[in-house]
């Protein structure tokens, strides 16, 4: 069974400080790796992708991946309140032909508190 | 210009009752989807069409039943409510499979189905 694995949260960071969420997974052949943000009551938004190892940056978002140890994280600096949201990390997982899966976290809870 | 839509935005219904759910992309992408957030905010997919050939079924209750009239629609009929059926369905698209290399999904704005 294909999993990713997030912390539940809830994540609170005071305006202006950095949030840094984790997310762990079990498919060692997995190469595109997500980033959604979930705003209460709204459907997933896709923020950030990243498919080799290291960071990748985007405005006050980064995504950092590493693929030896399965582990992607995404950075936000200088929190705002607007950032409060949960944010679910993604996974491809292709099993051949035309399956496979985006294979989706529990998410995590952030606040950012003004 | 809404890019995955879907409708009803919210379904009340009862016990027993058929009910079905619309969805449309003008994405021009080829793969769309049916995933179920439950009230844990957990999505989990139900169904997949690449083409309007069904590829993922997961293990749903065949009282979900999914049709792809067209590369651009997807509907989910369901029959005999549940109680445990409540949840947002949201319809997503993709240009290609999500297995495949860097084929982020686009969601629609979900329909909260609650059932009485």
């Known amino acids: 069974q294909k999993e990713v694995e997030q912390n539940s949260g809830p994540l609170s960071v005071p305006e202006g400080a950095i949030a840094s969420l984790n997310c762990t997974y079990s498919?060692?052949?997995?190469?595109?790796f997500f980033w959604y943000r979930q705003y209460s009551g709204k459907s997933p938004e896709l923020i950030m992708s990243?498919?080799?190892?290291g960071d990748k940056e985007d405005g006050r978002f980064t995504a950092q991946l590493n693929k030896a140890s399965q582990y992607v994280s995404l950075l936000i600096r200088d929190s705002q309140p607007s950032d409060s949201a949960t944010y679910l990390c993604?996974?491809?997982?292709?099993?051949?032909?035309?399956?496979?899966?985006?294979?989706f976290g529990k998410g995590t809870k952030l606040s950012v508190k003004p | 210009d809404t890019a995955v839509s879907q409708t009803p935005k919210y379904l009340v219904t009862q016990m027993g009752n058929d009910k079905s759910i619309k969805c449309e992309q003008n994405?021009?992408?080829?793969?769309m989807y049916w995933y179920k957030q439950d009230s844990k905010k957990f999505l989990k997919i139900m169904f997949s069409?690449?083409?309007?050939?069904?590829?993922i079924n997961e293990t749903v209750p065949n009282r979900f039943s999914p049709k792809s009239p067209d590369k651009a629609h997807l509907n989910l009929h369901i029959n005999s409510l549940e109680l445990g059926d409540s949840a947002v369905y949201f319809c997503?698209?993709?240009?290609?499979?999500?297995?495949?290399?860097?084929?982020?999904?686009?969601f629609g704005n979900g329909t909260r189905l609650t059932v009485t």
């Open positions: 997503a698209s993709s240009q290609v499979p999500t297995g495949y290399y860097n084929s982020p999904l686009h």
């Open positions: 498919d060692r052949g997995s190469q595109s």
């Open positions: 990243i498919y080799s190892n």
């Open positions: 993604a996974v491809n997982v292709f099993y051949g032909g035309s399956q496979g899966n985006l294979i």
């Open positions: 994405l021009g992408h080829d793969t």
């Open positions: 069409y690449n083409n309007k050939e069904l590829i």
